[in-house]
């Protein structure tokens, strides 16, 4: 039989779910998760790494408060990861021949910023040191994400855990099948989710992570050139003209104009301004079907805190590996090489030690 926990933050009430078996949720306080996929389990590391959570949590509140932009990069990390070959940690993988087709070489990835790639691997060998290759890279991107959110300002939750990591990582061509571009509509973006298991409901509140983080000129362009798009507010576009003045630009710009940095429910309020920045997020509130939600969520953050919590966790889930499938990887950017577990190195000793030298 399933127990539930509440604690509350605020607005916002955190649902602790203690999911006996894997294979149901509960809801309590208002507040809900999704189903628990066969394997995991929210309390996975208690015995054989009990403080997990607490070592990535202080690493990264140190890391964030020197880099308040590594908050949205491993934000990113995780959706990227997931949404193509499951949450696997396969982004993570780094080619070995020149030339080779990787996951990271795939356009939408090229973009991934370095420092979350590194953040993953010195936590990764902050656990090792703490416990020994228990934890998997592939949860350290779930909880890094997890406590990027909340270190943002947005809500806490639980996570739960037990993926194992992947052998290989996907093509270009697949990354491009699983990751909408920015100049998709609403339709186009419902498919592509549908496909891992994702409702509009979702696909809305997953959306609202564009609330931190920067984007590229190249990603919006197409709606200032040759002409500005009529969905967006001409204040709006003569603002983004100053730091995109071509189209060929290589500039960056905030994603939420109003509060860049803060994990809340102001990207929202961007889109019923009219001030979106890509087709695929003003399009939200276009969309008839998608529209209710968009304006639910700009004047209720607590609901998009909730339905945010459920959506992530959901997706967090898509295509996990589990038991024995897999490996735990000593390196999160390389596969073993024939076991799942490898000696301990001066490599990894030297990792350790830069590590802790952010956490101390």
Known sequence: MAAAVV?????????????????????????????????????????????????????????????????????????????????????????????????????????????????????????????????????????????SVKLGGGPDYKVPLGRRDGLTFATTDKVLDAL??????????????GKLNLDPTDLVALSGAHTVGIAHCSSFKDRLFPQVDDTMDKWFASQLKLTCPVPETINTTVNDIRTPNTFDNKYYVDLLNRQGLFT????????????????????????????????????????????????????CSVRNPGASVLPWSSAVETVVEAAESLVL
């Open 180 to 193: 909408p571009p920015p100049s998709s509509h609403v339709p186009a973006l419902v498919e592509a989710l």
């Open 7 to 147: 604690v509350v933050s605020g607005a916002f009430f955190l649902c602790l779910l203690q999911v006996v078996g894997g294979a149901s949720a509960a809801a309590a306080g208002g507040c809900k998760y999704p189903p628990v996929a066969k394997g995991l389990s929210f309390d996975f590391y208690k015995s054989s790494c009990p403080k997990a959570e607490s070592i990535v949590r202080e690493f990264l509140k140190k890391a964030i408060s020197k880099d308040v932009g590594l908050a949205a990069a491993l934000i990113r990390l995780h959706f990227h990861d997931c949404f193509v070959q499951g949450c696997d940690g396969s982004i993570l993988l780094s080619k070995i021949r020149p030339g080779e087709d990787s996951e990271q070489e795939a356009g939408p990835n090229k973009s991934l910023r370095p420092s979350a790639f590194k953040a993953i691997n010195d936590i990764r060998a902050l656990l090792q040191k703490a416990c020994g290759l228990v934890v998997s890279c592939s949860d350290i991107v779930t909880l890094a994400a997890r406590d």
């Open 280 to 331: 695929s997020d003003q399009d939200l509130f276009v969309n008839a079907t998608t529209k209710p939600l968009v304006t639910k969520f700009a004047v209720d953050q607590s609901a998009f805190f909730d339905q945010f919590v459920y959506s992530i966790v959901k997706m967090g889930q898509i295509e996990v590996l589990t038991g024995s499938q897999g490996q735990i990887r000593a390196n």
